[in-house]
Nanobody
């Protein structure tokens, strides 16, 4: 599956952005999906994940209550609605697709995701 992330930009602290990840090539609903981010000088980190059916979501503690992950399988697209943005949210955001599946378990490691989008830059100014 090919992934294309978009929607990044420059926003002031407290603002909002919505990232999109468009998938093509294979049946989108066959994949668990996730968002990761990488800030300058830091390792890439997990942000959020969503199950194949959108029935379940999981977030890193630092974004809980501010970010919402969702997906539209009919449109083969995943979203990340980001609100109350902080300067520490500044990073390149990547979407990723996982073939792994385990009931009630969310994959948060890079190695669990086989397909990756190219990344979109999010910059939050103070």
């Amino acid at each position: 599956v090919q992934l294309q992330a978009s929607g990044g930009g420059l926003v002031q602290a407290g603002g909002s952005l919505r990232l999109s990840c468009a998938a093509s090539g294979r049946t989108f609903s066959n994949y668990g999906m996730g968002w990761f981010r990488q800030a300058p000088g830091r390792e890439r980190e997990f942000v959020a994940a969503i199950s194949r059916s959108s029935g379940s979501t999981y977030y890193v503690d630092s974004v809980k209550g501010r970010f919402t992950i969702s997906r539209d399988n009919a449109k083969s697209t995943m979203y990340l609605q980001m609100s109350s943005l902080k300067p520490e949210d500044t990073a390149v955001y990547y979407c990723a697709a996982s073939e792994n599946y385990s009931v009630g378990y969310f994959y948060t490691a890079d190695r669990d995701y086989k397909y990756w989008g190219q990344g979109t830059q999010v910059t939050v100014s103070s």
